[in-house]
């Protein structure tokens, strides 16, 4: 059993900060890739960043590329996203989830991860 917690979210204004946190248990965290998508209220789940097992690749949506960083801390089991100049269209539900499969590389598909958070909300206001 794989148990993924979301934390960090909350209000801010346009071009504000936040990080978010997500704390693994249950498996062996530093074998796994892991990732952050958010949905947007009606619409679908989107990718946001993704990082490799040892934290050596990093992959970002084009929508969040340079405002936003993701990292990891394999020794505490949590997997981390900075969030600098936000803006109002990131405001949504962000979910971070971890791969399916020990080894692999990561991907942006959604249907590569197998272990889901509940979510934080990012809420910016203009």
């Known amino acids: 059993q794989v148990q993924l917690v979301e934390s960090g979210g909350g209000l801010v204004q346009a071009g504000g900060s936040l990080r978010l946190s997500c704390a693994a248990s249950?498996?062996?965290?530093?074998?796994?890739?892991m990732a952050w998508f958010r949905q947007a209220p009606g619409k679908e789940r989107e990718f946001v960043a993704a990082?490799?097992?040892?934290?050596?690749?990093?992959y970002y949506a084009d929508s969040v590329k340079g405002r936003f960083t993701i990292s990891r801390d394999n020794a505490e089991n949590t997997m981390y996203l900075q969030m600098n100049s936000l803006k109002p269209e990131d405001t949504a539900v962000y979910y971070c989830?971890?791969?399916?499969?020990?080894?692999?590389?990561?991907?942006?598909?959604?249907?590569?991860?197998?272990?889901w958070g509940r979510g934080t909300q990012v809420t910016v206001s203009s």
């Open positions: 989830a971890a791969d399916a499969v020990p080894g692999r590389l990561p991907t942006k598909a959604r249907t590569s991860y197998a272990y």
């Open positions: 990082i490799s097992r040892s934290a050596g690749l990093t």
């Open positions: 249950g498996r062996t965290f530093s074998n796994y890739a």
